[in-house]
């Protein structure tokens, strides 16, 4: 993959120095990469609204990826899960091969969130090259799958429009 993939990134507070290291390292390995915020560090900056903004931009671009990173990832997945759409998923630290690609060959995951407390550097780099290079498989089994989780948020997503409060 590489300058056809766009991936937007946000952090919280606690996320933010991490978020520019990550910025970088997928700048110079050539993705297209779009800073959700914040843009500068503000002890008081809650990962909802970041992790809303890099969802809404990942549901509205189809073939683009999602990071959030605040202080666990957990959180932050459950808000972008929030947006229809979305697929979010938590990496926690060290890398298992497997349980990172089959989020994107079964379930095809868009966003990916984890915790500045808990996922060394190096270890960021080696998982999110595995994630964002890592296909969907398709096939009926993932497909129905998918159009089921897709058909229960036609019948159930509100469809509110929402707007920071910041």
């Known amino acids: 993959m590489g300058k056809e993939v766009k991936v937007f990134i946000g952090s919280d507070h606690a996320g ?26 503000d002890p008081k900056d809650d990962y909802p609204i970041y992790s809303f903004s890099v969802a809404k931009e990942v549901a509205k671009n ?14 932050e997945a459950v808000a972008a899960n929030k947006v229809k759409g979305v697929r979010a998923v938590s990496f926690l630290g060290k890398v298992n091969k497997k ?5 994107r060959i079964h379930d095809n995951a868009n966003v990916l969130a ?13 998982a999110l090259y595995i994630w964002l290079n890592t296909k969907f498989l398709g096939g009926k089994r993932h497909l129905r799958r998918l159009g089921e989780i897709e058909e229960f948020e036609k019948k159930n997503w509100k469809g509110k429009k929402w707007k920071p409060q910041k």
């Not at 189809?62 to 959180?75: D, H, L, P, Q, Y």
């Not at 349980?99 to 989020?103: A, N």
């Not at 550097?121 to 080696?126: V, Y």
Request: positive net charge; charged residues 30%; glycine residues 12%.
């Open 99 to 103: 349980f990172i690609e089959m989020s």
């Open 16 to 41: 933010f120095e991490y978020k520019q290291k990550i910025i970088k390292f997928l700048g110079k390995s050539g993705y297209l990469v779009k800073d959700m915020g914040p843009y500068e560090y």
């Open 114 to 126: 984890f915790g500045s407390d808990f996922v060394h550097f190096k270890d960021a780099k080696r």
């Open 62 to 75: 189809k073939n683009s990826f999602g990071i959030i990173i605040a202080r666990t990832g957990i959180g």
